[in-house]
């Protein structure tokens, strides 16, 4: 005898979907609760599964308490309040997330920070002030390396990285391949090249833009001429 249609293996359909539909809602509650920064002791209803870790953040002891599913931008943005790391992909696309653990630079967004107990977190407040500003941020500021600022503190994290790695010293092409991880909606890669590349000394540091030949409207018509 054929089954019933909506009946598999003794669960309905209607069951089914109910089932599905809760695993969804109770997902979509999760990330919620992610993008938020909270931790599953603030969300009544979830399972508490918290971890203590202390790391050192920008060469000062931290502590905290949190969720096991928390992820290392959440904990810096959301609960340390430190906003100068961003989060654009939220998925390990834009570069944007850029911190350094144990002098590595890594995607926060992709790293649980219960992995990051017991290391050392280094964020774009850790590496310069406004009175001392680290070489790659001043070469930013020569080569005006930025336009709205939304990658800049990913970008000057890894580039600072990819210094350290030797990466920016061989040939152009090698150091936009190990930048091509940060990408930039304003598209200020050629600005962003070169502040990496002479503060790594292979250029020299100057603006580039004072590097472009300026012509008279005479002279632009005799060189095409
Ligand atoms: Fe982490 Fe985009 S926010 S890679
Ligand atoms: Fe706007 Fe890079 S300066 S995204």
Known sequence: MPRNHGETNGVSRRDFMNTSGAVLVA???????????????????MPTYSVE?????????????IDTRTTLLDLLRERLHLTGTK?????????????????????????LAATVHGKEVTTIEGI?????????QEAFLRCDAYQCGYCTPGQIMSGIACIEEGHATGSEEEAREWMSGNLCRCSAYPNILAAVRQTAGVEEAVDPASQVLSLTSQQAREAVS
Not at 128 to 136: K, Q, Y
């Open 53 to 65: 870790i202390e790391m050192k953040l920008n060469g000062a002891s931290q502590k905290a308490n």
């Open 128 to 136: 310069g002030s406004v009175d001392e500003l680290h070489p790659l």
């Open 87 to 111: 989060k654009g992909c939220d998925q390990g696309a834009c570069g944007a997330c850029t911190v350094h653990v144990n002098g590595k630079r890594v995607l926060s967004c992709l790293t």
């Open 27 to 45: 997902g979509n509650v999760v990330r919620k609760e992610q993008q938020a920064g909270l931790s599953a002791s603030e969300s009544p209803g």
